[in-house]
């Protein structure tokens, strides 16, 4: 824990801030520039809010086997294709938002961008970019390789011990959330570049996990938002490129006529 202590009283003393997309570039020339192996980022509403998944945010005990087939009970007659393993089912749940273990990720920092400042309700707030270094993560967690840029896909023998039924097998087991990679069937995740990570059975947050060797945590102050909208929007990120779907188109066109 003091390695955790040190690392939030760090954070408050290098935060940077984001005011703008001419900001945003700066800092990230600066932070990674120089850094050859993938970055991942993550947008949060909410400067106070930390990395914690879905199924963990809930004060009662929430069976994930039970959302599970709660889920598939549900979902197996309105879906085209089956899902070929647990997994494929976690993300599906995912993706129509059940409680997970999973955390969206990007490897577009606009996209995530978009994410930390698109909900207006969360407009008296400052919110958060958060950056992600996947390889020095999973190194926390023993996965290591000589192969650049490898990082396992949810098929990798790595990821077996944080499949649902091996989870469940043994309460005794915990160990460290990993990054991980996962086919992009859908037009959302891929219009996204949507990656995740995975938590075992510790529920703490993925950032007392980390240092800031593994992560850093970017300030983007509530008077900039509408700005930070605004440009964005010249750069057609909006709700349309990131969820290609008709309900996107419609509630566009509803903003244009405000």
Known sequence: MKKNKRYKQNQKLMIKKINSLSELISILKDDIGAYSEDVWFRGQSSFDWQLIPGLFRYTSEISETSLL??????????????????????????????????????????????????????????????????????????????????????????????????????????????????????????????????????KKPLDEFCSEKEIVKYLIPKESKALLRKELDLLSVNKFSLFPELSSIGEILKKKLS
């Open 69 to 202: 087939t709660r889920f598939k009970q549900s979902a197996s007659l309105l879906i085209d294709t089956s899902p070929k393993d647990d997994f494929d089912w976690l993300f599906l749940m995912q993706h129509y938002g059940v409680p997970t273990r999973l955390l969206d990720w990007s490897e577009s920092p606009l996209t995530s961008l978009y994410f930390a400042i698109s909900d207006e309700e969360h407009d008296d707030k400052d919110s958060a970019l958060w950056v992600l270094k996947p390889i020095e993560l999973n190194k926390l967690a023993n996965i290591k390789t000589t192969e650049k840029n490898y990082i396992p896909s949810f098929d990798d023998e790595y990821l077996e011990n944080y499949n649902i039924q091996n989870v469940n097998s043994n309460k005794k087991l915990e160990m460290s959330p990993v990054a991980t990679i996962a086919t992009r069937n859908n037009s959302r995740i891929q219009a996204q570049l949507g990656v995740f990570t995975i938590h075992h059975l510790n």
